[in-house]
C-alpha cells in the first residue's frame, strides 16, 4: 500500500504527506503553498473564485477542466496536475492571452473573482472548446461577478478564444507521459489524527474495504461531501476515495440501454443523456456548473439520496436500475425502489452503486423534463418533473411514468396521476386528470425554497405544459440553444 499522494503542481512533482485526509485543494495552495491567486469566496463550489485547472488522464489521453478547488479533498487529484492562475504567465512575465484580453477588454474591477474567471477560460483554450456566446456563459454560470458585469469578460472570451495560439504550457505528450509514470495499481491509505483515507484501484479492493469498514464515508467528486467539510467541519474517522477506480469511469452503449459506472462525470452523463432528447441535454446544461459537473458523478447524485436532486426523478422516468455490489456479489434494483425514506436508501451495509443501466428512449416515447428553480444557473430545484408516455395505435396511453423530486422526502413516482392517464386517449384533458390526481401522491413540504401550496400548483402545471408541448409541437421552440417552452416565459 502507498502513503503519499503524487502530483503535478503546474511542472513540479509534488508528494504530499502529513496531511488531514479532508485538506482541500484550495487550503493546500493558499496555506501550504502560498498560492493566494486562488480565492476563498462562498467555500460551497457556487462563486468560482477558487476555479483551478486539473490535468487528467482519460486512458492515456490527456484532458483539461475546470473544478472548485475549495471543496475537492487534495487526496482525490493523485496522478493528476493542478493548474492556478500563477502557472499563466510566461517566463518573461508576460500576460497569457486570456488574461490580456481581460486587461485590454475591461473585464476586471475589485479583481476578487477574476483568477476564477481567467481559469474557467483557461480550460477553454487548452480543450478548444467552441466559443460561441452561449457556449462561453454555460462554461462561466460557475463564476459569479460582484461588480464588473459580464459583457466584458465575455467580450475577451470571444476575443482569446477565436484567435487561439499554441498551448502555452508543457506539450501535452510530455504532460501525459509523466502522469502515467505517476500511476500504480495499490491502494494508496493515510493516517492522520484526524482519520484515515483509503483510495483503492479495482471495484474487488473496493468490496474488501467496505466489508471491513461499512461505516466509512465515500468520497466521489465530493461536491457534497466537500460541504461536510467546509461548512459543517467534519473530519471523517474513515473515508474512501473512488477516483482511482478505473472500472467505475466507463460508460458502455447496447442496443437496449446505456450504462453507466457510477465515477462518470456528469458531463459525460449530459452528452450521452442528452443525445437521447433534448429536454435531458437542458437539464443537464443546468445541473449546477461547469466545475461542478467535471467533479459530480452520477453515482454519487444517486447515492447521496437528496429528494431534490436533479437526475433521480428523470432516470426514474426512464425505468433505470441500480447494480449494487459488495464483497457478498452484485444485486440489481429498480432506481424508484432504491429510495426508502428521507437520505435512506436500500443499500446494505458494505455495498456501493457500481453501475447504473439507463434504458434508451423508444423512438415513439414523449419525453418531458422541467427544472423549476428560482435562479436559471446554478439553483437547487423547488420541483423537478420528469414524465415518460407510451401510446398505443388509437393515440391512448399505453404505459406512463410521472416522477418527481421535491415533492415528498423522496424522489417518487405520481401512482394515482398515472392510474388517472392509462387508457385515456392523449389530450389536455387527460392531463388535467392526471394533474387532479397529483394531491392524492404528495403533501409537500414548505421550506426556504417553495411552500406546499406553489409545489402543488407548479407539479400540476407541468403535466398541463407536457401536453401542450406534445399536442401543439409548434410551441415548442429552440431558444439559444436550448428547448424552451411558452411557459417559461
Not at 217 to 222: E, K, L, R, S
Not at 445 to 472: G, H, I, K, P, Q
Amino acid at each position: 500500500m502507498k502513503q503519499r499522494r503524487a502530483f503535478l503542481l503546474g511542472n513540479d512533482l509534488q508528494v504530499a504527506s502529513g496531511l488531514a485526509p479532508t485538506t482541500t485543494v484550495l487550503d493546500w495552495l493558499r496555506l501550504n503553498q502560498r498560492r493566494t491567486g486562488t480565492k476563498e469566496g462562498c467555500a460551497e463550489g457556487d462563486c468560482g473564485a477558487c476555479t483551478v485547472v486539473i490535468g487528467r488522464l482519460d486512458g492515456e489521453t490527456l484532458r483539461y477542466e475546470a473544478i472548485n478547488a475549495c471543496i475537492r479533498p487534495l487526496v482525490s487529484l493523485d496522478g493528476c496536475q493542478i493548474l492556478t492562475v500563477e502557472h499563466l504567465k510566461s517566463p518573461d512575465g508576460a500576460l497569457h492571452p486570456v488574461q490580456q484580453a481581460m486587461v485590454d477588454l475591461h473585464g476586471s474591477q475589485c479583481g476578487f473573482c477574476t483568477p476564477g474567471f481567467v481559469m474557467s477560460l483557461y480550460a477553454m483554450y487548452l480543450e478548444a472548446a467552441p466559443a460561441n456566446v452561449l457556449q462561453i456563459e454555460d462554461a462561466l454560470a460557475g463564476n459569479l461577478c460582484r461588480c464588473t458585469g459580464y459583457r466584458p469578460i465575455i467580450d475577451a472570451a470571444m476575443n482569446t478564444l477565436g484567435e487561439r495560439g499554441a498551448v502555452d504550457m508543457t506539450s501535452r505528450s510530455e504532460t501525459a507521459r509523466r502522469l502515467l509514470a505517476l500511476r500504480a495499481d495499490e491502494t494508496i491509505v493515510i493516517e492522520h489524527a484526524s482519520g484515515a483515507c483509503h483510495a483503492p484501484t479495482s471495484c474487488d479492493a473496493l468490496a474488501d474495504l467496505l466489508d471491513v469498514h461499512p461505516e466509512a464515508t465515500i468520497v466521489a467528486g465530493a461536491t457534497d461531501a466537500g460541504l461536510r467539510i467546509t461548512k459543517a467541519l467534519e473530519h471523517f474517522p474513515v473515508m474512501v476515495d473512488l477516483n482511482r477506480i478505473k472500472e467505475l469511469k466507463h460508460v458502455a452503449e447496447t442496443k437496449d440501454a446505456l450504462i453507466f459506472g457510477a465515477m462518470v462525470d456528469l458531463n459525460r452523463v449530459r452528452r450521452a443523456l442528452g443525445a437521447m432528447h433534448p429536454h435531458l441535454d437542458e437539464l443537464m446544461r443546468r445541473f449546477g456548473s461547469e466545475q461542478i459537473r467535471n467533479s459530480g458523478t452520477i453515482g454519487g447524485n444517486l447515492a447521496n439520496g437528496s429528494p431534490i436532486g436533479d437526475l433521480p426523478p428523470v432516470l426514474i422516468a426512464l425505468d433505470a436500475a441500480l447494480v449494487l455490489r459488495s464483497k457478498a456479489g452484485r444485486r440489481a434494483l429498480p432506481l424508484e425502489r432504491f429510495f426508502l425514506d428521507y437520505r435512506k436508501q436500500d443499500r446494505l451495509p458494505g455495498e456501493f452503486v457500481e453501475q447504473i443501466i439507463v434504458p434508451k428512449l423508444p423512438a415513439d416515447a414523449l419525453l418531458h423534463v422541467s427544472k423549476i428553480s428560482k435562479r436559471f444557473d446554478e439553483d437547487i430545484s423547488s420541483v423537478c418533473g420528469a414524465f415518460r408516455i407510451l401510446l398505443d395505435a388509437g393515440g391512448c396511453v399505453a404505459d406512463a411514468r410521472l416522477a418527481f423530486g421535491g415533492m415528498a422526502g423522496v424522489p417518487k413516482r405520481a401512482a394515482n396521476a398515472e392510474a388517472a392517464l392509462k387508457g385515456a386517449r392523449w389530450s389536455m384533458e387527460a392531463a388535467v386528470a392526471a394533474a387532479g390526481a397529483l394531491s392524492l401522491d404528495f403533501t409537500p413540504l414548505t421550506d426556504m425554497r417553495a411552500s406546499a401550496r406553489y409545489r402543488t400548483s407548479v407539479a400540476a402545471n407541468l403535466l398541463r405544459r407536457f401536453a401542450l408541448e406534445t399536442l401543439s409541437p409548434h410551441i415548442a421552440t429552440r431558444v439559444s440553444g436550448g428547448l424552451r417552452t411558452l411557459a417559461d416565459a
